[in-house]
């Protein structure tokens, strides 16, 4: 049994872009922020859970591309608590232009229309993850943040008890940027740095025991799916 649940915010319908808000007795951590003016979003989970903004207590980026930092400035002006991102994202917290490498034809006409490089409210992270694993035991949370690089160098995870894991953009599942439709289908996200290291990280939370993975765009998918898809992104 755990007490942790695991709140979907929908920053776009149908799973197209996913936050998450985790509430353990009455404390509430947010994992991503969406897009720019995301706020109500997050409100309406918070109020779903009779919680509001006093109530978070930490917020933990997955990377700073702008469909999961794009709101990260507005939230630390609402709440008091920390806002974590891994030391190697930092740099593009504070406005570096992401690097965008297409995984298919999707990826290279979304990059032409410039989305994914709109500048938005820039942030200093008032918490830098400087280690591989950092246990939330001191922000009240069962859970530890894990570097998963591959989708982005500073890309982290959340395990949570019970075998779940939100694991960003380290895969996504669906059509297009994700969701929508076979969303049971395992995809990689339209940009990716480097693909043998997001193996490597997929590899990483199986070994650790994850079975139930949430994404930022579709999902959330079982191991088996994602193991099947290690096999694929292997013979690319
Ligand atoms: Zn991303
Ligand atoms: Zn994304």
């Not at 246990?135 to 989708?151: K, Q």
């Not at 740095?193 to 193996?199: A, G, K, L, P």
């Not at 997929?202 to 998918?221: A, K």
């Amino acid at each position: 049994m755990t007490d942790t649940i695991v709140e979907t915010i929908p920053i776009l319908p149908f799973g197209m872009l996913n936050a998450f808000l985790v509430v353990n007795k009455g404390k509430a951590l947010l994992v991503d922020t969406g897009l720019p003016n995301s706020k109500m979003k997050i409100e309406k989970a918070l109020s779903k859970h009779k919680l509001d903004w006093s109530n978070l207590h930490l917020t933990i980026l997955t990377h700073a591309h702008i469909d999961h930092s794009g709101s990260a400035a507005e939230i630390r002006s609402l709440s008091q608590g920390d806002i974590l991102a891994h030391q190697d994202e930092v740099q593009y917290c504070l406005g570096r232009p992401p690097v965008l490498r297409p995984t298919g034809t999707f990826g290279r006409l979304f990059q032409k229309t410039g989305a994914i490089q709109q500048p938005f409210d820039y942030f200093t992270p008032d918490r830098i993850m400087e280690t591989d694993t950092l246990n939330l035991d001191e922000y009240g949370f069962p859970a530890r943040v894990l570097h998963t690089p591959g989708h982005t160098q500073g890309s982290v995870s959340i395990l949570l008890e019970a075998g779940r894991v939100i694991a960003g953009d380290l895969t996504a599942s669906g059509i297009l940027l994700g969701g929508i439709v076979m969303r049971n289908r395992p995809k990689q996200p339209p940009f990716e740095e480097d693909t043998s290291t997001v193996i490597a990280s997929l590899e990483d939370l199986l070994s650790r025991g994850c079975e139930q993975f949430f994404l930022g765009h579709g999902g959330p998918l079982t191991a088996a799916v994602i193991k099947k898809h290690i096999e694929i992104l292997r013979k690319k």
